[in-house]
């Protein structure tokens, strides 16, 4: 749930709409005790608030000038207070800096792009078979070379028209290979990343060219492509092979049931009863929604999308887990784009091909602060460090040749080769990738190096770097400090202040009255036979635990119960109540569909609230009387002048663009 103090600052951000005027953006549109206030940043909140203001008098640029100055009075105020310095507001505004930056550390473009070819993919399916020899991330040079050859010989064949399938059959290294490499159908998401491009990227009946995996080198052929079938949501009956050989058979337990449901139609209560899936027995036999290979079930899942209608069923059939029958439960076809972008933008965050964002990411930021990947560097960085390395073993040495030098300089900042060494220390400690050789390492935690240390600056400056961050930031930044003086000035004192609300409560007395009260037992029940005997008991004296305890048995209310003092407009009291001492006609209320009895045991006519009773409205209407007060003496001793053509211009220029 959103803290009060987060939502209070959520409502001080804005959206921008219009560019503001260039030639205005650092005039200087007013100075408060010699701080100054450009116009730009005037106009942007002016037009920011625009839509989401409720008082015509606020759109009114003059008045709105007004509040804006008292605005920034009770920032400086707050600056003056040093609330900017508390530990509490420095944390929550590093948190929310930290969230929001994320959304500057990447492409956009590059994101889109994943996105749209992921949804293009999510509407297709493939039908693939594959060969693979296997060579890993860190095998020796040699084992890949000996890999590289050996499915270049399997192309070669297959260039020449070998069957693929034999091939894949006899020569392939994966566990497929048995069924001559077949993959079954399978949509986006269902491969690692390569494989999916290289499936999607081949035309029905070809095979690929040769593409590398973590697992190995590969070929992939396309036999069908179909439209996806999206998901599908469907309850099952499954009986396992018979575990005793006393026992029916799977099958003729399943063929048992079948008829059951055939003469009941009772999918569900059967599926409780005579399911072996103990997981979805419970439900009714319902499952979880899929897709296509989301079981690695094909049967199973071509019988369950083959079904047309809600509620139909299939006659019995095998699977390699047991025996079936499916019911239809809902068709999910694939969404709309923008229904399925966030959930596809997140599926890629959290997968191998976000690499892809992270490279585009870090390549601009490179050409962008003219930082390169240096072949001298690298040799240099070689030869300094040793072989311990791919044991995570390596020890820095500060007296090391070159460790004051700078490697890389990103504006005004130097990176040394200190920095790197050090940085060495610390990952290798973390990393444990399978390298083939210590150049492969020291040259990915160089290439790595650049770039965090790249993205570490421009994070560090975003504020510098991206005119949209730094509104954003410092509209939250002002809001989250805001907050904190009023909490400070205002609502703590109101609400600590107990002197001061005795006071403001005596000046104010007559606004604190009771409205006419009834001390009443109100029931309620939803049937009017039930309603009458209530009725008897209430005017017999009969008490409410007596009443409940003969209607409300066997764990079944049929009468609720509440007594209490009340406002005779109390919202459970019906509109056409007539109020008087002792027990009510039979009430019945439309919206609710319940019969009311009440017993009214007295009536309060209306009277002073003490101030322990109306304590809660005290402190709001208190807490607003120093609100007030405060915002009276905010301009005291204050020295403030508005540039009156610069406001001029600003105000012909929101007129121009509105």
């Keep these: 749930m959103i803290s009060t103090k987060r939502f209070f600052t959520i409502l001080l951000l804005f959206i921008s709409s219009i560019a503001v005027a260039q030639e205005l953006e650092d005039k200087t549109l007013l100075t408060i005790d010699g701080n100054s206030y450009d116009a730009g940043t005037f106009m942007r909140v002016y037009l920011k608030n625009l839509d989401i203001v409720q008082d015509d008098s606020q759109k009114d640029i003059d008045n709105y000038l007004d509040l804006y100055i008292d605005y920034r009075l009770k920032l400086l105020q707050a600056y003056e207070m040093n609330l900017d310095l508390k530990e509490s507001y420095k944390k929550e505004l590093n948190n929310y800096r930290q969230s929001l930056a994320q959304a500057y550390l990447t492409d956009t473009d590059v994101t889109e792009s994943l996105i749209r070819e992921a949804y293009d993919r999510k509407k297709r399916e493939v039908k693939a078979s594959h060969i693979l020899v296997k060579v890993g991330p860190g095998d020796a040079p040699q084992d890949t ?354 002197t001061g609300q005795q006071a403001y409560y005596d000046l104010h007395k007559s606004k604190y009255q009771w409205k006419r009260r009834l001390d009443i037992v109100l029931t309620q029940n939803t049937t009017e036979e039930v309603a009458q005997e209530v009725q008897r008991l209430l005017k017999n004296g009969t008490s409410r635990e007596e009443i409940k305890k003969q209607f409300n048995i066997d764990g079944r209310t049929k009468v609720m119960m509440s007594n209490g003092i009340v406002e005779e407009t109390y919202n459970r009291i019906p509109d056409n109540f007539e109020v008087k001492e002792g027990v009510s006609s039979i009430y019945y209320d439309e919206k609710t569909g319940f019969y009311k009895v009440i017993l009214v045991k007295e009536v309060l006519e209306p009277s002073q609230k003490t101030l322990d009773e109306a304590r809660g409205a005290v402190i709001n209407d208190y807490q607003q009387q120093l609100e007030k007060d405060w915002m009276s003496s905010l301009r005291n001793g204050r020295t403030i002048k508005v540039n009156k053509k610069t406001f001029k211009k600003v105000k012909k220029a929101i007129a121009k663009d509105a």
């Design 145 to 498: 070379l000996k890999a590289w050859n050996k499915i270049n010989a399997i192309k070669n064949e297959l260039d020449n028209g070998a069957d693929f399938s034999k091939l894949a059959r006899t020569k392939s290294e994966g566990p497929s290979a048995g069924n001559e490499g077949k993959l079954g159908w399978f949509s986006v998401f269902r491969m690692v990343y390569p494989f999916e491009n290289a499936a999607f990227d081949t035309e029905v009946g070809k095979h690929s060219e040769v593409f590398r995996t973590d697992f190995g080198y590969h070929i992939v052929k396309v036999f069908e492509d179909r439209p996806a079938r999206g998901e599908v949501t469907v309850a099952h009956i499954m009986t396992f092979d018979a575990r005793d050989a006393e026992e029916k058979t799977a099958e003729k337990r399943i063929n048992d049931v079948y008829k059951q449901l055939q003469e009941t139609g009772r999918f569900e209560e059967l599926a409780r009863e005579f399911s072996d899936d103990m997981n979805s027995a419970s439900r009714g036999g319902k499952l979880d929604r899929f897709g296509t290979g989301g079981l690695n079930a094909t049967t199973f899942e071509d019988i369950a999308f083959g079904l047309k209608e809600k509620g139909e069923y299939s006659a019995p059939f095998k699977s390699k887990f047991g025996w079936h029958i499916v019911k239809l439960i809902e068709k999910h076809p694939v969404g709309s784009y923008e229904d399925l972008a966030p959930s596809l933008k997140e599926k890629i965050r959290k997968s191998p091909r976000a690499r892809k964002i992270t490279d585009s990411f870090n390549k601009s930021l490179r050409e962008k602060y003219h930082v390169e990947r240096s072949e001298k560097v690298f040799e240099k960085l070689n030869e300094v460090i040793s072989d311990s390395i791919l044991s995570n073993s390596w020890q820095y040495d500060p007296a090391l040749k070159m460790a004051d030098l700078k490697i890389f300089t990103i504006k005004d900042e130097e990176i040394t080769y200190a920095d790197f060494y050090k940085d060495v220390m610390s990952r290798q400690k973390k990393d444990f990738t399978n390298y083939s050789s210590k150049e492969e390492k020291v040259q990915k935690f160089y290439y790595d190096f650049i770039d965090k240390s790249i993205a570490a600056y421009y994070d560090k400056n975003l504020e510098n770097e991206n005119k949209d961050f730094a509104f954003i930031y410092d509209e939250y930044k002002e809001g989250l400090l805001l907050f904190d003086l009023l909490e400070t000035k205002i609502w703590n004192k109101a609400k600590e202040d107990s």
